[in-house]
């Protein structure tokens, strides 16, 4: 099965910051959307972030607004989730989802591919 490629996870003193990469191989032509969900040990999955590939319309969950940043290179078919002031409640397992058409399924962890996750982990 084709897995999106992720990189970027570690562990952070509460306040740091950690930078995700997920880059689309290039068996997959097309996206719609690209964006990362986590799911921290049990807790539901949770859409973090979001973008629309074509037109580069952007989601944020409330609980990552104004720390929390994606943005995408097409170019290099790269998607980057900057995360700053980092809270030991954003310790989980970070996944990088991406769907070819809508809707959107990456916002509730159901994307049509994914990567394997990448953990990211904050300390009080």
């Known amino acids: 099965q084709v897995q999106l490629m992720e990189s970027g996870g570690g562990s952070v003193e509460a306040g740091g910051s950690l930078r995700l990469s997920c880059t689309v191989p290039p068996s997959i032509e097309r996206t719609y959307c690209l964006g990362w969900f986590r799911q921290a040990p049990g807790k539901e999955r949770e859409g973090v972030a979001i973008?629309?590939?074509?037109?580069?319309?952007?989601y944020h969950a409330d609980s990552v607004k104004g720390r929390f940043t994606i943005s995408l290179d097409n170019t290099k078919k790269t998607v980057y989730l900057q995360m700053n002031s980092l809270r030991p409640e954003d310790t989980a397992m970070y996944y990088c989802?991406?769907?070819?058409?809508?809707?959107?399924?990456?916002?509730?962890?159901?994307?049509?591919?994914r990567g394997q996750g990448t953990q990211v982990t904050v300390s009080s």
């Open positions: 989802g991406a769907d070819e058409a809508a809707p959107c399924a990456v916002r509730i962890g159901a994307s049509q591919y």
């Open positions: 973008i629309q590939t074509g037109g580069g319309v952007t």
